[in-house]
């Protein structure tokens, strides 16, 4: 089976880092991806990772660990746009569609 | 980069009338395109898969009568939701792999109110 586990919210202050982690457990492991919702809008994608290691975009990075089954996506000087949803999504070998996380709803606050 | 397009963004239907629901790759071609619904509040939960030229392969609990899928072509697949009824009122969203095969995109999304 397929599970994928992330926390259900969470609260940050503006300007500070906020780390969401992600864990799944799947067969087939072809890349984890990590998209951004805000309320009532589709997911934009922030930032895929299919190899160990960290990946840095601007204010937004994410780490892979496929040997823990483990991610998280780090946000630095958070703003109050970055409140939103954060999806972790699973992508098995093959042209499957993505498994989603139930998403991680982050306030963030003054 | 990438773009995927959906359309109509919001669309309201009286119960028993059919509603069609368009996705579209616009600078790319998706041979594949998956078919996602969304409830206030809840994640998205995959409805279909859609493949250009062969039948959609439909998630467990998903009716195929019912939510018809058309992938005619390599650049649009198309949702119609037949014989609707209030509780099929929902955020319907596409997405599509992009053309360097590592990304998957998501089309705006489309609100459905079935009144």
């Known amino acids: 089976g397929q599970n994928i586990d992330q926390p259900t919210e969470m609260t940050a202050t503006e300007g500070a880092i906020v780390q969401i982690n992600c864990t799944y457990q799947?067969?087939?492991?072809?890349?984890l991806f990590w998209y951004q919702q805000h309320a009532g809008e589709a997911p934009t994608f922030l930032s895929y990772?299919?190899?160990?290691g960290l990946e840095e975009k601007g204010r937004f990075s994410s780490f892979l660990s496929r040997s823990k089954g483990y991610s998280y996506l780090l946000l630095k000087e958070l703003q109050m746009k970055d409140s939103a949803s954060y999806l972790c999504?699973?992508?098995?070998?093959?042209?499957?569609?993505?498994?989603f996380g139930k998403g991680t709803r982050l306030s963030v606050i003054a | 980069g990438a773009v995927v397009s959906q359309h109509p963004s919001w669309v309201i239907c009286k119960s028993g009338t059919s509603v069609k629901i368009e996705c579209r790759s616009l600078?790319?071609?998706?041979?594949?395109m998956f078919w996602y619904r969304q409830f206030p509040k809840q994640s998205l939960m995959l409805m279909a898969t859609?493949?250009?030229?062969?039948?959609?392969?439909?998630e467990q609990g998903v009716e195929k009568d019912k939510f018809l899928i058309n992938h005619a072509s390599l650049t649009l697949s198309t949702l119609t939701v037949t014989s609707a009824h209030p509780e099929d009122s929902s955020f319907y969203i596409c997405?599509?792999?992009?053309?360097?095969?590592?990304?998957?995109?998501f089309g705006e999304g489309s609100w459905l109110t079935v009144v």
């Open positions: 600078d790319f071609q998706a041979t594949t």
């Open positions: 997405s599509a792999r992009g053309a360097l095969g590592n990304t998957i995109y």
């Open positions: 990772n299919v190899l160990d």
């Open positions: 799947t067969s087939g492991f072809n890349g």
């Open positions: 859609s493949n250009e030229g062969s039948k959609a392969t439909y």
């Open positions: 999504a699973v992508r098995n070998s093959g042209n499957t569609p993505l498994v």
